[in-house]
């Protein structure tokens, strides 16, 4: 029996889902546009275009799980891109027979105002959220007419390593913050938000790829507690031994005469929200059922701290063998 792991995106989930599915033994291909990127240990690389169903198929045959860990960074191809790649998972899933598990974020929820669980309704009425939303309905309608395996998995902002600035917050203003420059994050710095570290991420699509009675519905990915940006700032420097700096918020019109002449921002006037009033993961269904923690917190500081300064990661490295200053929090 075959126990090929296809993932297609190379970006930070992708690479860590790879390496977990490697480090367990497993054979794995990861597929990018290009193929190419460095030297993962037991991971093949192979070329495709993700919207391209005859190519996945033939990458996918006899694999026990295709992975969408596709992650545009341009919010503003959104509309063109996501239809003909989803379109392209659910064909291959069918052709193969392979687990078609999706790596997901919380936009389809929308504006909620308690933590989010996953029988929430995908409520959302802005643009990118009804297409993530309207990407899993789609799933999840094959899945249970007997077409197609399914199962998602949502996480919140990325940290951890790996994560390239223009797809975690904290990673964009990490290097400033030890640098010790005053930083400015979207929205409030002082309101509650879930960070997902990357691995975790990744341990969880892993988890419910191999695991069927979780197929045909949504999990989130172990979670630490929320923390405010400017806490989790000042988490990141304590954890490289660096002072914490002063957090303060983006002007408002950075988003809305900004948005006026740069389009990416304009796009993301639909996700301010998400900083403006608290934004909590409860991943307490994948603890409980399928037996994951998240990554202790003082850790998933440290591997943001490296992942923002690589220099730092011999002096981090062995810090992580004493006690850290940084205090841990378990979701």
């Known amino acids: 029996m075959s126990d090929l792991h296809v993932i297609v995106g190379a970006g930070p989930v992708g690479r860590a889902t790879a390496l977990e599915l490697a480090a367990a033994g497993h054979q794995v291909l990861l597929v990018s546009r290009s193929g190419s990127g460095p030297d993962l240990d037991g991971v093949r690389r192979e070329a495709a275009d993700a919207a391209d169903a005859g190519r996945l198929t033939e990458l996918a045959a006899g694999a026990v799980a295709i992975y969408n860990c596709v992650n545009p960074a341009d919010y503003t191809v959104w509309s063109t891109f996501w239809p003909p790649v989803a379109e392209a998972f659910l064909v291959a899933a069918e052709r193969t027979g392979a687990v078609l598990v999706t790596a997901s974020c919380l936009y389809g929820y929308g504006p909620v105002d308690a933590p989010m669980v996953e029988d929430l309704p995908d409520a959302a009425t802005t643009k990118k959220a009804r297409i993530r939303a309207g990407m899993w309905a789609e799933a999840q309608a094959r899945h249970e007419a007997g077409r197609i395996r399914a199962v998602e998995v949502r996480g919140s902002d990325y940290m951890g390593p790996g994560v390239a600035v223009e797809a975690g917050h904290i990673a964009r203003v990490a290097p400033a913050a030890l640098a010790g420059k005053t930083v400015r994050v979207m929205g409030r710095p002082d309101v509650l938000h879930s960070f997902t570290d990357v691995r975790d991420m990744a341990r969880a699509l892993v988890a419910v790829a191999a695991a069927p009675q979780a197929w045909g519905r949504v999990w989130h990915a172990p979670t630490n507690a929320p923390v405010t940006q400017a806490q989790a700032l000042a988490d990141v420097c304590a954890a490289a031994g660096r002072e914490p700096v002063s957090v303060k918020a983006m002007p408002r019109a950075v988003l809305g005469i900004g948005g006026m002449l740069v389009p990416a921002l304009r796009e993301m006037r639909?996700?301010?929200?998400?900083?403006?009033?608290?934004?909590?993961?409860?991943?307490?269904?994948?603890?409980?059922?399928?037996?994951?923690?998240?990554?202790?917190w003082d850790e998933v500081c440290r591997a943001t701290a490296v992942n923002a300064d690589p220099s730092l990661a011999p002096a981090l490295a062995q810090a992580a063998t004493v006690e850290s200053p940084v205090r841990t929090r378990s979701a």
Not at 273 to 282: A, G, H, K, S, T
């Open 270 to 296: 639909e996700t301010a929200y998400q900083f403006e009033r608290p934004y909590v993961l409860d991943s307490t269904a994948i603890e409980r059922e399928l037996g994951l923690t998240p990554t202790p």
